[in-house]
């Protein structure tokens, strides 16, 4: 150290870090300045320099230290002080304004503690109801199973969703599939939910629910020009407790007339209008003038089949059909539905049904025989079996799972991204 209390010269190799200057009292005459290097010891914190210079020296000199000022080098990052020293505590420990801040919007998540969900079921529900809400064990998983499903079901249609139900065989459940999909999809949902019954020769939906109305589809078109408003259209339909509507057909053989491509598409013209989803019940053939504009204008297919040889043969014949038929898109936006039309076993393996259906359309539901549904009357939710119930709630999941991606329509083929 120089007798005029300067520190000596460095090169820039001696002086690894950037100075800050800051003001600190002038030493007194007989002071010695006070160096701190770098390195200097292995205590936490020793690996910074404060450098108190003597009076004379030029302010803001790199080489020659400045009187009455503290040089403070800048101290390297923290986490390699953490690796040498693990004792050093981090910023969030040493400085209270480093804690978190919430995003300065109320939202529940700010206002609300986290609360577990009311069970729906078994012992916990009973718990939660013997206490009175003071103890809530929280869903079981097969609540939170059922929460999700329902969540899918409900995901949301931009404009409507057309979906065609049908089977080249009779009595395989087609109708009743019809019913059950739409019945669930409205007992769940809260928009407007309509099954029209397409079938040229006198078809049975109008049966499947309480006869609110005589109307039919073949009324709706001769006087379609007075139907401005959903109160309009919503007198022709019958209603079930699902609220469920049925637009039906002609029942009476002397006045009935052949359901053509040409009523179809005035009937969706109206009905699109007004519903957010459009079930539509074919008939058994394929060739018949109605069927043009029934998959002309569908979203998806529900294809139904019975765990039977025939059945089976009949359902992948209609598969084959609609690719020949340029409908190879609407195959791979297809659900086949097996319906159990008697409780226990035909002989049938139900594997490799499924798994030969699966490899061709986008899903395959099993619906479980259901003496209620046996009956061919009216079909009450309530009244189904927990198994058949929650089958088509299945089946309403895995079809609405298709609603996002009908947003912009289907122009093509979908298999790649499934």
Not at 13 to 30: E, F, I
Not at 139 to 149: F, G, N
């Amino acid at each position: 150290m120089s007798d005029n209390g300067n520190h000596p010269r460095r090169s820039p190799q001696q002086r690894p870090h950037r100075s800050v200057v800051a003001p600190v009292p002038p030493l007194a005459d007989n002071e010695e300045p006070l160096t701190v290097r770098p390195g200097g010891g292995d205590r936490p914190g020793s690996d910074f320099a404060v450098n108190l210079g003597a009076p004379g020296a030029p302010v803001g000199s790199d080489t020659q230290r400045t009187p009455g000022r503290a040089q403070i080098d800048t101290p390297p990052p923290l986490e390699a002080v953490q690796r040498q020293h693990p004792l050093v505590p981090t910023v969030a420990e040493n400085d209270p304004s480093q804690e978190p801040r919430h995003s300065g919007k109320i939202n529940r998540e700010l206002l609300f503690r986290p609360t577990k969900r009311t069970p729906r079921s078994g012992w916990r529900r009973a718990v939660y109801r013997i206490t009175g809400g003071g103890v809530n064990p929280g869903e079981s998983s097969e609540d939170m199973r059922r929460r999700h499903l329902t969540d899918r079901v409900n995901q949301p249609i931009r404009g409507d969703y057309k979906i065609a139900v049908l089977s080249l065989k009779g009595g395989v459940g087609k109708t009743t599939t019809t019913v059950g999909l739409g019945s669930t999809f409205s007992s769940l949902r809260g928009d407007h939910v309509v099954a029209i019954d397409a079938n040229p020769d006198l078809g049975t939906l109008g049966s499947r629910i309480p006869t609110q109305t005589t109307a039919t589809v073949r009324d709706l078109l001769d006087d379609r020009d007075r139907v401005h408003r959903y109160s309009d259209v919503r007198t022709f339909t019958s209603q079930a407790p699902s609220r469920l509507e049925v637009l039906a057909s002609e029942r009476d053989p002397h006045k009935a007339e052949a359901f053509s491509e040409e009523d179809y598409r005035g009937a969706m013209s109206l009905l699109e209008n007004f519903y957010n989803l459009i079930l539509t019940d074919c008939g058994t053939g394929l060739t018949h003038s109605a069927m043009r504009g029934v998959l002309d204008a569908a979203d998806a297919l529900v294809l139904v089949s019975s765990p039977a040889l025939d059945g089976a043969q009949s359902a992948d014949a209609t598969l084959n059909w609609l690719e020949a038929q340029g409908y190879g898109h609407l195959v791979e936006r297809t659900v086949v539905v097996i319906s159990a039309s008697r409780p226990g076993s035909n002989g049938v393996s139900m594997d490799p049904l499924v798994e030969h259906f699966d490899v061709k359309v986008r899903a395959v539901q099993v619906i479980p025989f259901d003496s209620h549904l046996a009956e061919g009357s009216e079909v009450d939710l309530e009244r189904m079996s927990t198994a058949a119930r929650d089958a088509f709630v299945d089946l309403a999941a895995l079809v609405a799972d298709d609603f996002p991606a009908a947003n912009g329509r289907h122009h093509g083929p979908i298999r790649n991204g499934r």
